[in-house]
């Protein structure tokens, strides 16, 4: 079956499962493909770039069972560049983003907003294993008036990528988030290598990820942040419930210019994270209710603040050279921190703590079994097992791993988190930046097009046995998150 003359379809069929791959070579093949995408499709890039001047719409229909996949046939070796105000405009559900490799190229800053927009209908979008460079927010999530109703793209999520730029933002006054999600329920954002967001315009003031604007049970965990690593200047912020606040009529659940915005986030957590060289503040909760920092490791930056008279929370197990902190009537419970940490002391620890390199150099003794037992804390940065009982303080479980904390942790295998929250892991994939043999970032887990061998193979078993059985590649493991 052919969509055009200039790319091909073919089908698959595995004893009833249908599986359609949609090959592309070029920028145009792309975006045919894409307008007509169908549930089930997955649009595989061959290596090269493909260079867009104009927005992508994604809205077509993809399900939990066969979400619509665009990736490419080889880790990171389709790059995309887009002149453009928006990239990907996702309003269909079920649209999931894997191995790319995407760059902002416009020459005005302003007018390379986002990579994804993410909004309305959109809900269990999916972005992973991809390195996405150079927007004001690589990722802007929101909700849509849709026949006088708000919809909210629910149930994101963001693992394994690599998200940065490679300069300051330059000439904008526009938020400068490099994940920027306003709005949505059960949002994971995991794994991720997240560095150098700098805003030179207006109030100068950057994230590397927040989420705000009504949500709710947001999930920020085993991200590695370096707030300046190749870049400095700006007031720079690492990870946040509530951000920077939400203006009154975009703002769930009521989205009322008369009702106040005075919740942002309610029931966040953030868990095993590195967060590192931040001119302002690690982690910082705007009116964020019922607020769970557990188990991060924060170096060089002005520490954790719980603001706001809505917010409440714990800080528990933190490892960090600040302090967690209530302003301006933000309220909190605290146990088992361990703060005011001279940046000296990480540094005889570790081997270079200020662009996350938390290679054991020194006596870590005094961090292990100094923190309380915590339920929802069962493993570390590096998805190790923490132990039952007492654990180390911080991102890191000394007592029982090594850990390489250079990049974000290798992908590890499903199951449920301590809270019974879906992992979203899937199968071992090595950290974002490894682009070689099988232990890349992006290593593909799908069936290879055109594995002929292999289903001649079965074809012969199920002749044999006079049984039919339907098999899975190991993608629908790593897609079925939700």
């Known amino acids: 079956m052919s969509r055009s003359s200039r790319f091909s379809r073919s089908w698959h069929s595995w004893f009833g499962d249908r599986l359609a791959i949609v090959s592309v070579t070029n920028a145009a093949e792309l975006t045919t493909a894409i307008d007509n995408a ?6 595989v890039l061959a290596d090269g770039t493909y260079a867009l001047s104009a927005n992508v719409t994604c809205d077509a229909v993809g399900t939990a069972a066969e979400p619509i996949v665009v990736r490419a046939a080889t880790p990171l070796g389709a790059h995309i560049t887009f002149n453009a105000l928006e990239g990907f405009k996702v309003t269909g559900p079920h649209w999931h983003f894997e191995q790319l490799d995407i760059t902002g190229v416009c020459a005005v800053d302003a007018n390379c907003e986002h990579a994804f927009h993410v909004s309305g209908a959109a809900e269990s979008f999916v ?33 394994y990528n690599e998200v940065s730029d490679t300069r300051a933002r330059m000439v904008t006054n526009n938020p400068v988030t490099k994940l920027n999600i306003d709005t949505g329920d059960d949002w994971i954002v995991r794994g991720n290598y997240i560095h150098d967001g700098q805003k030179m315009g207006g109030d100068t003031i950057s994230y590397a990820a927040f989420m705000k604007s009504g949500g709710n049970r947001g999930l920020f965990e085993r991200n590695l942040v370096i707030c300046s690593r190749d870049t400095t200047g700006g007031a720079r912020i690492g990870l946040s419930f509530g951000g920077g606040g939400t203006g009154n009529a975009f703002c769930a659940p009521a989205f009322d210019p008369g009702v106040e915005c005075d919740v942002e986030h309610t029931g966040g957590t953030m868990r095993n994270n590195v967060i590192a060289n931040c001119s302002d503040v690690g982690i910082y909760l705007n009116e964020s209710v ?17 603001r706001f008279a809505t917010t409440t929370g714990e800080a528990v197990g933190n ?13 909190m419970t605290t146990n088992g921190n361990m703060e005011n940490v001279a940046l000296s002391q990480f540094q005889q620890w570790y081997a270079a703590p200020l662009t996350g390199d938390l290679s054991v150099t020194g006596d870590v003794s005094s961090l292990i079994g100094a923190g309380p037992m915590r339920a929802d804390v069962t493993n570390d940065y590096c998805a190790a097992p923490r132990p039952n009982g007492a654990l180390t303080v911080g991102a890191l479980e ?14 590890t295998d499903p199951g449920t988190d301590g809270d019974g929250t879906p992992s979203g892991d899937a199968g071992p994939i090595g950290p974002v930046g490894e682009t070689d043999g ?18 001649l193979f079965v074809l012969a078993h199920v002749v044999r046995s006079g049984r039919s059985r339907q098999l899975r590649s190991g993608s629908e493991v790593a897609t079925s998150d939700w």
Do not use: W
Request: charged share 20%.
């Open 438 to 455: 099988d232990s890349g970032c992006c290593q593909s887990q799908r069936t290879p097009d055109g594995s002929a061998l292999f289903l």
């Open 127 to 159: 972005l992973r294993h991809s390195r996405v460079r150079d927007f004001n927010a690589q990722l802007k999530v929101n909700a849509q008036l849709i026949n006088a109703t708000y919809v909210i793209p629910h149930r994101g999520l963001i693992e």
């Open 319 to 331: 490892l960090m050279t600040s302090v967690a902190r209530e302003r301006n009537l933000g309220m």
């Open 38 to 43: 169908k549930a089930g499709d997955e649009i």
């Open 290 to 306: 019922d607020t769970h920092i557990l188990y991060n490791t924060l170096i060089a930056t002005t520490g954790i603040d719980f």
């Open 398 to 411: 000394h007592s029982v791993a090594v850990c390489d904390t250079t990049r974000p942790p290798v992908q």
